[in-house]
């Protein structure tokens, strides 16, 4: 079926939103993780080489915008405003996870590198934000 422009708009804002939100957790999650490792250089603490892992948390949202993009364009049930509004609101939800995630990631850094506890803790609730666009992708998956 050719969605037409307004069908592929929706189609490309799914990836481009989730990216974006991405992008923004990193920056946040990546912020938090230098800062953090400044105060361990500046107190001469090891640094934990662990942030890392918060400050990449928020990456994964992209692959999901990928996968629903793909599974967007390859449907052939949806017309294009259809598809407009499910690229554009899925991209913008799973976008919104990623940026909470990195916001989240951004405490856990902070609190891991003082206290060099909680790891679990804390990847447990970065897990739960990343759950809210795991269940954007799967939902949206069905629509389409």
Same mark, same amino acid.
């Given at each position: 079926?050719?969605? #037409?422009?307004? $069908? &592929?708009?929706?189609?490309?804002?799914?990836? #481009?939103?989730?990216?974006? #939100?991405? @992008?923004? $957790?990193?920056?946040?999650?990546?912020?938090?993780? !230098?800062? @953090?490792?400044?105060? +361990?250089? !500046?107190? %001469?603490?090891?640094?934990?080489?662990?942030?890392? @892992?918060?400050? $990449?948390a928020p990456l994964t949202q992209t692959i999901y915008g990928f996968i629903l993009m793909n599974v967007l364009a390859a449907t052939e049930r949806l017309n294009g405003f259809q598809l407009l509004g499910v690229g554009l609101f899925a991209g913008l939800a799973?976008?919104?996870?990623?940026?909470?995630?990195? +916001? +989240?990631?951004?405490?856990?850094?902070?609190?891991?590198?003082?206290? &060099?506890?909680?790891?679990? %803790?804390?990847?447990?609730?970065?897990?739960? +934000? &990343?759950?809210?666009?795991?269940?954007?992708?799967?939902?949206?998956?069905? !629509?389409?």
């Amino acid at each position: 079926m050719d969605t #037409g422009l307004v $069908g &592929e708009i929706g189609i490309g804002a799914c990836l #481009g939103l989730s990216a974006l #939100g991405s @992008a923004l $957790g990193a920056r946040s999650a990546g912020m938090a993780a !230098i800062g @953090a490792w400044k105060k +361990c250089f !500046i107190q %001469n603490k090891p640094v934990p080489f662990i942030l890392v @892992a918060f400050a $990449g948390a928020p990456l994964t949202q992209t692959i999901y915008g990928f996968i629903l993009m793909n599974v967007l364009a390859a449907t052939e049930r949806l017309n294009g405003f259809q598809l407009l509004g499910v690229g554009l609101f899925a991209g913008l939800a799973i976008g919104a996870s990623a940026y909470a995630q990195g +916001c +989240c990631s951004a405490s856990a850094s902070d609190a891991y590198a003082e206290t &060099e506890q909680g790891f679990g %803790n804390y990847m447990l609730i970065i897990g739960l +934000c &990343e759950t809210v666009a795991l269940f954007v992708m799967v939902f949206a998956m069905l !629509i389409a």
